[in-house]
């Protein structure tokens, strides 16, 4: 019931506005504080026993990666408000997430390449987990075009909406590969059944940079979100600037048809 | 702390990650900032969001 009730409160733009605004230098400090300890812990741990040093890669490779699923996450879920509830930020919720999203994915795949190279001898392997992660990026690159596109705002969110719903059946392929298909990737060895194998001394900075990296998520995200709120505010006077410039010339020439057909072009 | 034979990697994929989420930080706040200003421009121009008028202004 609460959570209904803030959902349906933050509907409201100019109240989200106010929120973001007292909660963002908060989660950035927080971020930052996080982040730092995160950066000193990776810098202390231990050298694996075959690994050597570059099992430093994974503290910042592992949470790109769990940040490229999640991202796509909260996009379906909020594909889901602009479908279902038709909530007036679930699209702007989306549109903001997908270039941080991608930017994640894109991390993760140059980090497990440079991990790799020195790991398994190649940057590149055509193994379930690279190419679904790949598919991944490229579904991210190809959900910002849709939206830039689409020149209608809420068109765009529907059928971005449904390409996000669709995408996220590559969400557990990604996550399941490594035990479907027996390939070069490792498998899982932080979130499993059975707990985690990994050494405490290797787990504690990795989950300190997961919750480092998430709140740099949140962070970014509802930034983002704020300028996507701008950005249709602006879209929205600019179509009234353009309706007030034709109905003012309509007044000079008597042609109220042809300043609407103006009006409409112009916005 | 030494980092190994493999240091470049290391060093090469740290780098990377701080500049990637830099720039996405930077790109962010100039965002912000172009959206403001814009709002203002127009905004000055006399043109404002109903919300934002008194409503002795909304005929």
């Given at each position: 019931m609460k959570l209904t009730e803030t959902l349906t409160d933050l509907a409201n733009p100019t109240r989200f506005l106010a929120l973001t605004a007292r909660i963002l230098p908060w989660l950035a400090g927080v971020t930052a504080v996080l982040l730092a300890i995160g950066i000193y812990q990776s810098a202390m741990a231990p050298d694996d026993y075959q690994q050597g040093a570059t099992v430093k890669i994974m503290f910042i490779h592992v949470p790109n990666a769990w940040l490229s699923m999640f991202v796509w996450g909260v996009m379906s879920v909020a594909a889901l408000g602009t479908l279902?509830?038709?909530?007036?930020?679930a699209d702007v919720a989306a549109k903001a997430a997908a270039p941080i999203g991608a930017a994640f994915t894109f991390l993760a795949l140059v980090t497990g390449s440079l991990w790799g190279?020195?790991?398994?001898?190649?940057?590149?392997?055509?193994d379930a987990r690279l190419t679904s992660v790949l598919i991944l990026f490229l579904m991210y690159l190809g959900l910002m075009a849709l939206w830039r596109a689409v020149e209608d705002p809420s068109r765009a969110a529907r059928a971005a909406a449904v390409l996000t719903l669709v995408g996220a059946i590559n969400i557990p392929i990604i996550k399941f590969s490594v035990d479907w298909w027996n390939t070069l990737h490792q498998p899982?060895?932080?979130?499993?059944m059975g707990g985690s194998t990994l050494d405490k001394a290797f787990l504690w900075p990795l989950l300190v940079m997961a919750i480092a990296f998430s709140l740099l998520f949140i962070t970014l995200h509802l930034a983002a979100m704020r300028n996507e709120i701008l950005r249709r505010r602006v879209r929205s006077l600019q179509m009234m600037q353009a309706n007030r410039i034709a109905f003012s010339s309509d007044v000079g020439t008597g042609s109220r048809e042809e300043s609407a057909s103006k009006s409409i072009g112009a916005a | 702390m030494s980092l190994g034979p493999y240091a470049s990697f290391i060093v090469t994929s740290y780098a990377l990650v701080a500049a990637v989420v830099l720039l996405l930080i930077v790109w962010i706040i100039a965002d912000y900032r172009r959206q403001q200003a814009r709002l203002k421009e127009i905004e000055a121009s006399g043109i404002t969001r109903r919300s934002g008028r008194s409503p002795a202004d909304i005929r």
């Open positions: 279902v509830w038709r909530h007036p930020l190279r020195p790991m398994w001898g190649t940057y590149w392997e055509w899982a060895s932080v979130l499993r | -």
